[in-house]
């Protein structure tokens, strides 16, 4: 019994030797075939083979399971890119610069920046640790070498300017102690011409129309000066300047007004209007405004409508200088979100000519 175990256990076991060597003979004919097949297509393809990132590191990852010196019979790449190609996904996962970028200085916001650069170009002579410590004055905690990368960015020169302004930046700043004076013709409908004297301020834009009359004498002029000085009253106190043109109508006595306040008096030079432009600006907008579209009777007639503009201009009319706020006006208005809670309201000047509109409280 035993001996016949043994014997067909002997039969059953012997074939397996050739079933393994015919089962390894096939793989290697196949690995041939497939070998042969990757030389034959090497050969006849004309353009490179990309590979992706997935490919690389699969054969990356098979190159160290097959001995060096088969690697060009086995791969279709040359050995040196093989190497280069485990290089990167060594660095790759040696890399760290994903995890230092979650990990460092947040990003300035967007409105600081914007901040930062206004302050830059309303104060030309702030350098970068000037305009931080205005920053950190209203709150907002930011470094200096921040801001310097701000400017740096958007051009500007982080060190504050040691030359003097520009023309127009100096008269900017001289106009809060400027007032303009000068005279302009209004003619009736029956032909007569009349003859009235306008102050304009420059910093806040208010008009003065101080009188009409039909000869404008140097002695005219004067009470002129002397009437406006008394309308403004403590308000002369923040003029340091009074403008005109070299007209005879201004006499000294005309001069010594303003000079008794401490002002100093500034003549334009001949022939050259844009030296008192404000004044021939705001001229020209009662002409257009006013006087254009109203027929005039006699002088009673012109002083009431000019100075209903005067008003009207002081207390109503926006100014793009002042932000289209009225000289008069102190903050901004009210905004208005629900417009149909708010009857609007419209108030007729100089007959309809000009019209000024409220909402009703």
Partial sequence: MVVSLLYRAARTLLPLPAVLLRRDTAREAELLVLRHENSVLRRELKVPVRYEWADRLWLSALSSRIPRRRWTDVFPVTPGTLLAWQRKLIAMKRDYSARRSRKGRPPTAAALSKLVLHLAGANPRWGHRRIQGELARLGHPIAPSTVWGI???????PAPRHSGPSWREFLTAQTQGIIAADFFHVDTMLGKR????AFLEHGTRRLH??????????TWATQQARNLSAQLDTRMESLRFVLHDRDAKYAPSFDAVFEAEDMDVLLSAPRAPRMTAHCERVIGTVRREALDHVLLMNEAHARQVLADFERHYNAHRPHQARDQKPPHASGPPAT??????HRLL??????GAINEYRYAA
Avoid: E, K, Q
């Fill in 336 to 341: 208005i979100h629900d417009l149909d809670s």
């Fill in 151 to 157: 400017l740096n960015a958007a051009g500007i020169d």
């Fill in 209 to 218: 129309i101080t009188g009409v009359t039909t000869h404008p004498t140097r």
């Fill in 346 to 351: 419209r108030t007729r000047i100089l007959g």
């Fill in 194 to 197: 009349l003859y009235a004297m």
